[in-house]
């Protein structure tokens, strides 16, 4: 039996569903916006739909951005021969923190996962073969977490993205395995940046998308033996 009225039980919901609330919670963030004054209640609505409407996707990069191209792609100063590709916009704002890089970004908007439908063709793989014909970027980082999927993207990415006069490195394994970048502070992420290296497709044997699935699968046996 719920004993909240209707209107706070949709909110408590709702709540729930923003990532890492869970319900308890998501109860205490909706008590506490309802108990507030109007006032702050309003302006944080009113904050929430202007974000919504004026946030952009960059044409470029496509990370977050209030105008396109965003202020890094139009920013001269940033060294247009390196890009870094990572997964999700967010992750341009972890690199950023760590004050490592001062290339460009470019958002893939996922990886490469067969078990949930998403192949090359579904990420931002293309795109970004379209950077790299104009001839000006020289080296593309593979700022990607170091779970399985990850790791199949990027060597397939290394594959791909192979043509003379273009490096493809990947950064340190500084960072926790399985773990995404979210959840690096900045030291680690500076010296996972510091420290990256070329991918060799040949030497590491590049995974093919049809491969990750049998893996997977695997793993997962191994968990549940």
Known sequence: MNLLPEPLALLVTELNRLPGIGPRSAERLALHLIQADNAVTKRLASVLITSRDRIIECMQCGGLAEKSPCSVCANPARDERTVCVVERAVDVLNV??????????????????????????????????????????????????????????????????????????RIAHGLPAGSGLEFADELTLSQALKGRRELDAVAYGVMHPDKVRPRLLRRQRLRLA
Do not use: C, W
Request: hydrophobic share 35%.
């Open 96 to 169: 950023e923190k760590s004050g490592a890089f001062r290339g460009h970004y470019h958002v893939l908007g996922g990886k490469i996962s067969p078990m949930n439908g998403i192949g090359p063709e579904e990420l931002r793989v293309a795109q970004l073969e379209q950077r790299l014909s104009n001839g000006t970027v020289d080296e593309v980082i593979i700022a990607l977490g170091t779970d399985v999927e990850g790791d199949a993207t990027g060597f397939y990415l290394a594959k791909r993205l192979a043509k003379p006069g273009v490096k493809v490195t």
